[in-house]
């Protein structure tokens, strides 16, 4: 944010897009630099989230502390919620749905002592109203990219999706550089991205950079790589 001319100091509210550690582990140093700011994040963000394979179990949730050291800073929102005039919170509606994708993306919460799929329930997107359509930020899109614009149609009927920012977490276990599904699965993906509306989709982090190559091949300038520094005009 320094280099880029950023004051967080100046920032009116935040959003915690879900509740893993990759995107809040950094809450303790905005906090430092901004002193007033609510950060919004879902009800249910609070609970132990994991990474499991087989044996292998990582605990991925928010990490320890953050949520009751600055637990003044934090607005808990339960379903949909309108922030201000143009800006709408917009959680997953079909939760047995988004135990699906989790299944296929190794994820789990732990509730009562037992671990069970994760329903993505602590995901959600921010949309920003405009006079020509609608501009979405998620984050991971874990519940899967085409679930996520289907609920935000159902919040805004009629209204246009101009532009989605987020990755489509289709990155293999292995990293950026595999995939977690097949070129068919991937492509086809995209093909539905193209007809379900006329959107410009800014993709990366999760999405992993063999998937974003193969999107890149059907959506032409209709995908476009989002990276930390960018500026974009939409």
Same mark, same amino acid.
């Not at 949520?67 to 922030?83: E, H, I, Q, W």
């Not at 009562?112 to 991971?140: A, K």
């Given at each position: ?18 509740? !893993? ?27 132990? +989230? ?41 959680? !997953? ?12 993306? !190794? ?48 919040? +805004? ?78």
């Amino acid at each position: 944010a320094a280099r880029m001319g950023l004051e967080l100091s100046g920032v009116k509210a935040a959003f915690l897009s879900h509740a !893993h550690n990759d995107h809040a582990g950094g809450f303790p140093a905005f906090f430092a630099a901004n002193q007033t700011a609510k950060v919004y994040l879902q009800q249910g963000s609070e609970r132990d +989230y994991l990474f499991k394979v087989f044996v292998l179990r990582e605990n991925i949730g928010i990490p320890a502390g953050i949520l009751d050291t600055y637990a003044d800073r934090f607005v808990y929102v339960d379903g949909a919620l309108n922030v201000e005039n143009g800006i709408r919170i917009v959680p !997953h509606s079909d939760l047995q749905r988004c135990l699906l994708r989790a299944r296929q993306t !190794h994820m789990y919460t732990r509730r009562n002592g037992r671990l069970s799929l994760d329903d993505f329930s602590h995901e959600q997107t921010v949309v920003f109203e405009e006079e020509d359509g609608l501009v979405c930020i998620n984050s991971c899109s874990h519940a899967g990219i085409e679930q996520i614009i289907e609920e935000v149609r159902q919040q +805004y009927a009629g209204k246009r999706i101009k532009a989605f920012f987020g990755g489509f977490h289709l990155m293999g276990l292995l990293g950026a550089g595999t995939c977690g599904y097949s070129r068919k699965e991937v492509e086809s993906l995209a093909q539905q991205l193209m007809k379900s509306s006329d959107a410009v989709f800014y993709s990366g982090h999760c999405t992993g950079t063999v998937a974003f190559a193969w999107m890149k091949e059907v959506m032409k300038d209709r995908l476009q790589p989002m990276a930390a520094g960018k500026t974009f005009e939409v």
